[in-house]
C-alpha cells in the first residue's frame, strides 16, 4: 500500500505570497490531519477533515485554512505568508479511532 | 499549544547500550504513539499504546502505557547507528465532540549513537 504523499517536498515563497500544499492519504483513509513543525515550537496540530468536513481547529490564525476532496485527499493554504511560517508541513492519515500515519512533509520557506 | 514533557532532549550512546525515554502530562490520553523522524522526513510510527499498563515491543523497543494514562516509556536496547534520528512520543486524545483525534506531540528525544 502506498504511503501518504505530499507535494511539492521543498517550497520557497516571499513574505506576503499564499501558498498551497497537497497531500494524497493511503488508500482507504478518510481522516487527514495536518501539522506545522517547527524548532521552537515542535509538532503543532493544524486541523482535521473526515468526509470533507473539517472536525476540528487548531490554535492558529485564519490565515492557515484547509479543504479536503469527495476522494479524502487534502489541500492547505496559506495566505498572506509571514518569515514565522517557515517550517515543515506535514499531513497524517488514518482510520477515525486509529493511529495515524505521516508523510514526508513540504518543507515551505518564507522569505 | 498543548505539549508533552519529553525527556531526555538528547542522548549520546555507545553502539550496543540500552536507550531509555520518557513523557508525562497533566492530561490523559487514551492513546500513546511513539515516532521516529529522520531527517528531511516525516515521523515513522514505531510502537502504538492503546491501553492503560499495556506494555508492547516491536523488535528492539519496547513501550509502555503508564497505568494513569498521563505517561509513557520507550526503551531501545543494544543500539545501533540506523537508530540515530530523533524520537517522539505522541498522546492521541478524542476531542469532546466525538469522533475526532489530534495528536499532541513531545518535544523529541536526540539520539546519537556513536559506532
Known amino acids: 500500500k502506498a504511503g501518504v504523499t505530499q507535494t511539492p517536498r521543498y517550497l520557497i515563497k516571499t513574505r506576503g505570497q499564499q501558498v498551497t500544499l497537497s497531500c494524497s492519504p493511503i488508500?482507504?483513509?478518510?481522516?487527514v490531519s495536518w501539522y506545522q513543525q517547527t524548532p521552537g515550537q515542535g509538532l503543532q496540530f493544524l486541523f482535521e477533515?473526515?468526509?470533507?468536513?473539517?472536525?476540528n481547529k487548531g490554535n492558529f490564525p485564519g490565515r492557515f485554512s484547509g479543504r479536503q476532496f469527495s476522494n479524502s485527499r487534502s489541500e492547505m493554504n496559506v495566505s498572506t505568508l509571514e518569515l514565522g511560517d517557515s517550517a515543515l508541513y506535514l499531513c497524517?492519515?488514518?482510520?477515525?479511532?486509529?493511529?495515524?500515519?505521516f508523510g514526508p512533509g513540504t518543507r515551505l520557506t518564507v522569505l | 499549544g498543548q505539549q508533552l514533557n519529553q525527556s531526555p532532549q538528547s542522548m549520546f550512546i555507545q553502539e550496543g547500550e540500552d536507550v531509555s525515554m520518557n513523557c508525562t502530562s497533566s492530561?490523559?490520553?487514551?492513546?500513546w504513539l511513539w515516532y521516529k523522524q529522520e531527517p528531511g522526513e516525516g515521523p515513522v510510527l514505531l510502537i502504538a499504546?492503546?491501553?492503560?499498563?499495556e506494555l508492547t515491543s516491536n523488535g528492539r523497543l519496547t513501550a509502555q502505557f503508564g497505568i494513569t494514562r498521563k505517561d509513557s516509556f520507550l526503551n531501545i536496547s543494544a543500539s545501533i547507528p540506523s537508530d540515530v534520528g530523533i524520537y517522539f512520543c505522541?498522546?492521541?486524545?478524542?476531542?469532546?465532540?466525538?469522533?475526532?483525534?489530534?495528536?499532541?506531540f513531545g518535544k523529541g528525544t536526540k539520539l546519537t549513537v556513536n559506532p
Open positions: 497524517a492519515s488514518g482510520h477515525p479511532g486509529s493511529t495515524q500515519y
Open positions: 488508500s482507504g483513509h478518510r481522516s
Open positions: 477533515y473526515f468526509s470533507e468536513t473539517q472536525r
Open positions: 492530561s490523559i490520553f487514551n492513546t
Open positions: 499504546l492503546y491501553k492503560a499498563g
Open positions: 505522541a498522546g492521541q486524545q478524542i476531542w469532546p465532540q466525538g469522533g475526532s483525534e489530534k495528536l499532541v
